[in-house]
């Protein structure tokens, strides 16, 4: 049997926005062949290393670009582990960005309702201010912004979505 | 690889339909053209992912199936936004939780999917779940490869969502 829920809301509803400093922002492009590879040197690192938010794209079928935030605490576990990798010449490319700044929202009807990615990034377009990346996924609204630009971020959105009152 | 990554479960999509915005396309803001498309027509985006780094930008997003022929009929109305898309389907989703941030689990799905060649067309983290799209066809094929590297809790199947929200 098939349910079907309908809903109106006037104001996309968020749960209110988080937000991340001190964060590094890594960007491994390799062949599609080299992931095995990579995966295991994550799968068996010994570090404990953990990550903030992670993405991965295929921007052509013979590349793939993964992107891991994490505390910059964990940047330099995370490099010696990709130099160890990168030796193979499996990385085609290794780039850092660091310090960056992530903020998140959720909200309730997130995954199901349309227009939500469009608001963010077109008012963040509308006022100028850059996304490095985002994500969307589950009920989850992720954007990594360069530094010092988290709260500006949090205030713009924070005039065209709905955040509890406090 | 190392011993087993606990996982609390994992859920399966409906088919979606994977879109591409080309990179080269980017001078004419394509990404934000098609997201304004598909609010414009009420159609939902259950993955996105998206980056802008060193002048290179990629967008990547997922529609309902069921939104194909809403779909169509946007890009036929614009042609320049059809030239610059690519469609793939039918895709599906696997999210595993809770994922606890951990690397190990992120690092197992890329050894699983690379080391079988199974295609992935997108990955990324949300609250509790680590999200990749694969073909349709190849849902169960992942969840088979995958279980040798993690322990679930006893019974457990992975699950599609039996209720579908429809904004109006």
Redesign the interface.
């Known amino acids: 049997m098939?349910?079907?829920?309908?809903?109106?809301?006037n104001k996309i509803k968020t749960y209110g926005f988080q937000i991340e400093r001190e964060l590094s922002l890594f960007?491994i492009s390799l062949a599609?062949?080299?992931?095995?590879?990579?995966?295991?040197?994550?799968?068996?690192?010994t570090s404990g290393?953990?990550?903030?938010?992670?993405?991965?794209?295929?921007?052509s079928s013979h590349v793939?670009?993964?992107?891991?935030l994490l505390a910059q605490k964990w940047e330099q576990p995370?490099q010696a582990l990709l130099e160890c990798y990168r030796e193979n010449g499996n990385v085609l490319e290794l780039?850092t960005?660091s310090p960056v700044e992530m903020i998140?929202f959720?909200g309730p009807?997130f995954?199901?309702?349309?227009?939500?990615?469009?608001?963010t990034?077109?008012t963040l377009?509308g006022k100028g201010l850059?996304?490095?990346?985002?994500?969307?996924?589950?009920?989850?609204v992720?954007i990594i912004v360069p530094e010092h630009l988290s709260a500006e971020v949090r205030d713009t959105l924070s005039g065209v979505f709905d955040t509890p009152k406090k | 690889m190392g011993k087993k990554i606990r996982v609390n479960g994992i859920k399966l999509s409906h088919e979606l339909i994977h879109i591409n915005i080309l990179p080269k396309s980017d001078k004419r803001n394509f990404n934000e053209r098609f997201l304004r498309s598909m609010a414009e027509n009420r159609i939902n985006l259950p993955f996105l992912s998206y980056s802008a780094i060193n002048r290179r930008v990629q967008g990547s997003f997922c529609i309902a199936a069921e939104d194909s022929g809403r779909l169509n009929q946007i890009l036929a109305l614009d042609p320049p936004l059809k030239e610059s898309v690519e469609c793939i389907s039918p895709v599906g989703s696997v999210s595993l939780f809770p994922h606890n941030f951990s690397l190990k689990l992120f690092g197992c799905l890329m050894h699983v999917f690379g080391k079988a060649c199974l295609p992935l067309y997108g990955m990324a983290a949300s609250l509790s779940a680590l999200t990749v799209t694969t073909d349709f066809h190849l849902l169960d094929r992942a969840i088979e490869l995958l279980k040798p590297h993690i322990s679930l809790p006893p019974n457990h199947a992975p699950f599609e969502p039996q209720i579908r929200i429809k904004s109006i």
Request: net charge negative; glycine share 8%; with cysteine.
């Open positions: 098939e349910t079907i829920a309908v809903y109106w809301e960007q599609p062949s080299a992931l095995a590879g990579l995966g295991a040197a994550f799968f068996n690192e290393i953990h990550f903030s938010w992670v993405l991965v794209q295929q921007p793939l670009a993964v992107y891991i995370l780039r960005e998140f959720h009807h995954g199901d309702r349309y227009g939500i990615a469009d608001t990034l077109s377009r850059p996304i490095l990346a985002a994500g969307c996924t589950g009920a989850s992720y």
